[in-house]
T-cell receptor, first 116, second 107 residues
């Protein structure tokens, strides 16, 4: 079955440690995205990538880094510079730009990160 | 002011009720509009796109008023399984999400 996988589902880390969240898709989508969701808030865009080896900052990129070495994979690193990293992290992918904006985004199941 | 704002909720309704969600957006350059559904502790999933002419999918009706920059979602004959958070989403190049309105349908 095609889809997006994120691992792990739950992650606990000590303050000051970097942590990398995995996102893999087999939908053959060009574009991939990382969002953060805090309780009672909408999703906020962290980083996005339209094509392999290219990515752009979203609205809240500070304290995060990404790479896009393969079409299928878009890992997110939460660095120690991120002041409030505890959140629900969602990865998404879409078929890319169609001239009217990006196509429907499909989301992975998310990773809940708790920094102790 | 947030770019996409929704009714604060939560909405608590009995089964069979009709419930309406409202959403406003501030940027007139917004290109397209959606409602997503998010179950508790799960990922969002596309419920329906919203068109200027209005569109219906079974018990769900979405409306868009570009002049007023207003989007609505109407759910008729609500079911227990409709309980979720409904996210209003606007595309302006990227997707911009509202904070969501929680719906709880009770027996």
């Amino acid at each position: 079955d095609g889809g997006i996988t994120q691992s792990p589902k739950y992650l606990f880390r000590k303050e000051g440690q970097n942590v990398t969240l995995s996102c893999e898709q087999n939908l053959n989508h060009d574009a991939m995205y990382w969002y953060r969701q805090d309780p009672g808030q909408g999703l906020r865009l962290i980083y996005y990538s339209q094509i392999v080896n290219d990515f752009q900052k979203g609205d809240i990129a500070e304290g995060y880094s990404v790479s896009r070495e393969k079409k299928e994979s878009f890992p997110l690193t939460v660095t120690s510079a991120q002041k409030n990293p505890t959140a629900f992290y969602l990865c998404a992918s879409s078929g890319g730009y169609s001239g009217r904006g990006y196509n429907e985004q499909f989301f992975g199941p998310g990773t809940r990160l708790t920094v102790l | 002011r947030k770019e996409v704002e929704q009714d604060p909720g939560p909405f608590n309704v009995p089964e069979g009720a009709t419930v309406a969600f409202n959403c406003t957006y501030s940027n007139s350059a917004s290109q397209s509009f959606f409602w997503y559904r998010q179950d508790c502790r799960k990922e969002p999933k596309l419920l329906m796109s919203v068109y200027s002419s209005g569109n219906e999918d079974g018990r769900f009706t979405a409306q868009l008023n570009r002049a007023s920059q207003y989007i609505s979602l109407l759910i008729r004959d609500s079911k227990l399984s409709d309980s979720a958070t409904y996210l209003c989403v606007v595309r302006r190049g990227k997707l911009i999400f509202g904070q969501g309105t929680e719906l709880s349908v009770k027996p």
